[in-house]
């Protein structure tokens, strides 16, 4: 269970090419307020790619579209 004034939220990774979430983690918000993007790697594609962040409660594996 997270801590009543605990400012870390977990967030999904979604991958840039194939637009499934395998990764999961927390980053601190007050310190990084910009979106995260990590290159992990994909076993899908077999390779590494860019991953970007997304809510972790989305119910499907895509990516939105930005605005």
Do not use: C, W
Request: hydrophobic fraction near 25%; proline fraction near 4%; aromatic fraction near 6%.
């Amino acid at each position: 269970m997270a801590k009543k004034g605990d400012k870390r939220k977990i967030i999904g990774l979604v991958s840039e090419e194939s637009g499934e979430r395998i990764y999961y983690t927390t980053k601190n918000t007050q310190n990084t307020p910009e979106k995260l993007s990590l290159k992990k790697y994909s076993p899908k594609l077999r390779r590494h790619v860019v991953f970007l962040e997304t809510k972790k409660n989305l119910g499907r594996n895509e990516v939105k579209p930005k605005k």
